[in-house]
């Protein structure tokens, strides 16, 4: 069976982007939880960019994950930025995560 979502990590230099796309519901909760697990327990980078603008849909598996990125990434001293779209931003907005994420965070919203 195909996942209807994906979870990329790429790094550059001190910079780690994970990469969300298609449908972030409940079922791809744990491999996002794994990749912001790996990406913070291997090698720490100074700057961690969350790329959603390829996601299709979110609830709040997604918001959960930045929130979970947001502490984790203070803890380590890392910058965090978050990339999003319309459908992202609902989602964000509603839960508060927003407001989070806006304090001590970088948050771009395209589309």
Do not use: W
Not at 19 to 31: K, Q, S
Not at 42 to 51: K, N, Q, Y
């Amino acid at each position: 069976m195909v996942k209807p979502y994906s979870v990329r990590v790429e790094r550059q230099d001190d910079t780690t982007t994970i990469r969300l796309a298609g449908e972030i519901d409940l079922c791809a909760g744990p491999d996002v939880r794994t990749a912001v697990a790996d990406v913070i327990l291997g090698e720490p980078p100074a700057r961690l960019v969350f790329d959603l603008t390829d996601t299709t849909f979110a609830d709040s598996t997604a918001a959960n994950a930045l929130v979970l990125a947001h502490h984790a990434a203070s803890l380590i001293g890392a910058s965090i930025e978050v990339t999003s779209n319309p459908v992202v931003d609902r989602v964000l907005g509603a839960s508060g995560v927003s407001a989070l994420l806006g304090s001590g965070s970088e948050l771009r919203a395209t589309g």
